[in-house]
């Protein structure tokens, strides 16, 4: 009986050493001592972070195995605040014993260790702070989260706008229509400037910027209505560009409701541009040679419907230059050779009819006229050329003044450009030996006329340095009947 009491006992004693030490176990346990020595934690079910659970089966064939500790036995304690506690040689809070191989130095109380962490404490998530650690009292978000676009719209807010919010709507870019109004404001500087350039390339990239599809038959009538204000060489250009558009910005159907637009508004032209009729007559002879239009716009103006005087004068000028013999190879001359096209021939003598015809009639205005209309900035020297040589042909003090008021006046309105006044002078001075022949007195006509210049003040001081003087130079004496005399003189004897 006896020796059964002791082992009954003994199972008593181990099954509250069994209890004890599942206690232990639930109760996160950072470490324990494994038959007296201490144990790796990386055996344990947790052993990573130093914290040891109960296992999930504890049987009796695995009591080699089982974890032991020393005994100690637990002591309950009340402190002045009546709460209870139990303490050992290394002492307990909360009845859970902190005991690390008898010491409580690194361990942390399981409620004081999650106070002041800022994880999840559900269970679930990564380990971050919440809300992206933009929580807080009075804190409304992260700094910037004002502008970025809610995902989520309440309906009961008072700002809510049901309409921005409908997944139904769709979204496209709109590009309003110009006006004729408008497009023309925007294609004038760009005709203008190709009048500088003479490039067409540029003028239909810019122009497939602008246009739209009721636009383009405004491009014709557009740049003809621009080209009527300007010369015969910007109306050869515009013939060009209508040319070198055909096909790329615009049609052949396009290019007929331009000419019908202009045809419609002759009227209304022909008060800016008295000669327009024909300047239109012209632009459509040459479309129907350049085979941008259909010879039977011109021969059939009855398809246009009602026409009014000066349309019927525009197509019957059209139609005689199409009937004309050879006609159609003369119409890509039928704005003339203006500008630096002529024949240097055909513009000298353009010059010398306008030197002409200021000295009978003394007008400067209608010189400067003639002379911007020729076009040839960089050949206005030769005026200067013809009116020097003109002066020394007259032989009189009457066209010298004349010149003179002419040249200082080309000089003021900046129409010769000093280097243009200069060349010419010089051209006048290398071409004395061959021009005195013709007028003896050349030399002393010239040196009269530049000093008379330079009072006016429109000669450079190179022209003066550069002055010709004839010197008179004997190699035959007058008494010697016409012998040369010999280098050396012979002595008498």
Not at 117 to 145: D, T
Not at 284 to 313: I, Q, Y
Request: with cysteine; glycine share 8%.
């Amino acid at each position: 009986m006896e020796v059964e009491a002791a082992r009954q006992n003994g199972y008593a004693s181990a099954e509250s050493r069994e209890s004890s030490v599942e206690r232990e176990l639930n109760g996160d346990i950072k470490a324990v001592e494994i038959n007296g020595t201490a144990a790796a934690i990386a055996h344990s079910p947790k052993g990573q972070n130093g914290i040891i659970k109960k296992p999930h089966n504890v049987s009796a064939d695995a009591h080699d195995q089982r974890i032991k500790r020393k005994g100690k036995r637990l002591i309950q304690r009340q402190n002045s605040r009546g709460e209870s506690g139990s303490s050992s040689n290394g002492g307990a809070i909360g009845g859970i014993p902190i005991v690390m191989n008898g010491s409580a130095k690194d361990y942390v109380v399981p409620q004081r260790r999650w106070k002041n962490s800022r994880r999840s404490r559900s269970g679930y998530g990564r380990g971050l702070p919440k809300k992206g650690g933009a929580g807080g009292k009075g804190v409304w978000g992260l700094p910037g989260s004002e502008a970025l676009e809610e995902l989520y719209e309440d309906e009961n807010d008072p700002n809510y706008d049901s309409e921005t919010n409908d997944q139904n709507i769709v979204l496209s870019e709109v590009i309003p229509e110009l006006t004729p109004e408008e497009f023309f404001k925007l294609a004038e500087p760009i005709v203008l400037e190709y009048y500088e350039h003479g490039d067409t390339h540029e003028v239909a990239v810019n122009f497939d910027e602008i246009l739209t599809g009721n636009l383009r038959p405004y491009v014709t009538s557009v740049i003809v209505e621009i080209a009527l204000d300007h010369k015969d060489s910007q109306r050869e250009m515009t013939s060009v560009l209508i040319s070198d558009l055909y096909g790329r910005v615009i049609t052949a159907k396009d290019i007929e409701k331009g000419f019908e637009i202009l045809l419609a508004n002759l009227p209304d032209l022909t008060l800016d541009t008295p000669d327009a009729p024909n300047l239109l007559g012209n632009f459509l002879a040459r479309a129907v040679a350049d085979d941008c239009l259909p010879p039977k716009f011109v021969t059939k103006p009855s398809e246009h419907g009602e026409l009014n005087d000066h349309a019927m004068t525009a197509i019957r000028r059209a139609d005689t230059l199409l009937h004309m013999k050879q006609g159609w190879a003369h119409l890509d001359n039928v704005w003339g050779m203006g500008g630096p096209l002529r024949p240097v021939k055909t513009i000298t003598k353009q010059m010398t009819l306008l030197l002409k015809e200021y000295l009978s009639s003394r007008d400067i205005q209608e010189a400067h006229h003639c002379l911007r209309a020729l076009e040839v900035p960089h050949f206005h020297h030769e005026l200067v050329y013809e009116a020097v040589v003109m002066t020394l042909e007259s032989l009189s003090q009457t066209t010298e003044e004349a010149m003179c008021e002419l040249l200082a006046s080309l000089d003021k309105a900046c129409l010769v450009l000093p280097a243009g006044m200069e060349q010419g002078f010089l051209r006048v001075f290398d071409d004395m030996a061959d021009i005195v022949l013709d007028v003896p007195l050349a030399y002393i006509i010239l040196d009269r006329f530049v000093e008379r210049c330079n009072r006016a003040g429109f000669i450079t001081d190179k022209i003066l340095n550069n002055m010709p003087s004839r010197g008179r130079k004997r190699f035959v004496s007058e008494g010697d009947g016409g012998l040369i005399k010999p280098p050396t003189l012979p002595l008498r004897d």
